[in-house]
């Protein structure tokens, strides 16, 4: 079955970069589309990025302008690029995969996803 793991997490400091990692294996990962969440610790769970198996993207107004999502179909990975990192941004990160979908869906909501990552942390030192 489908199985997600994420990567890159660590810690860096305000103003720096992190590149996060996010490999689908057990399904047409070119079928899947792909987001982002994270989760500070005494806040829920919210969205981050997302990309759709066509490539098009979509950010949280809190990351647009210093994260990037992108896929690489033939290496089964998406990546979220992370520059200008603030404090706020420090949370577990966890990436999700859609199955295929006709139709329009809203990659915001954390209820369209079926398959979810362990969870990688980011942790931001000013």
């Known amino acids: 079955q489908v199985q997600l793991g994420e990567s890159g997490g660590g810690l860096v400091q305000a103003g720096g970069s992190l590149r996060l990692s996010c490999g689908l294996s057990?399904?047409?990962?070119?079928?899947?589309?792909v987001g982002w969440f994270r989760q500070a610790p005494g806040k829920e769970r919210e969205f981050v990025a997302a990309i759709s198996r066509s490539g098009s993207t979509v950010y949280d107004d809190s990351v647009k302008g210093r994260f990037t999502m992108s896929r690489d179909n033939a290496r089964n990975t998406v990546y979220l690029q992370m520059n200008s990192l603030k404090f706020e941004d420090m949370a577990v990160y966890y990436c999700?995969?859609?199955?295929?979908?006709?139709?329009?869906?809203?990659?915001?909501?954390?209820?369209?996803?079926?398959?979810w990552g362990q969870g990688t942390q980011v942790t931001v030192t000013s």
């Open positions: 999700a995969a859609k199955k295929p979908y006709t139709g329009w869906v809203t990659f915001q909501s954390q209820f369209i996803y079926d398959y």
């Open positions: 057990g399904g047409t990962f070119s079928r899947y589309a």
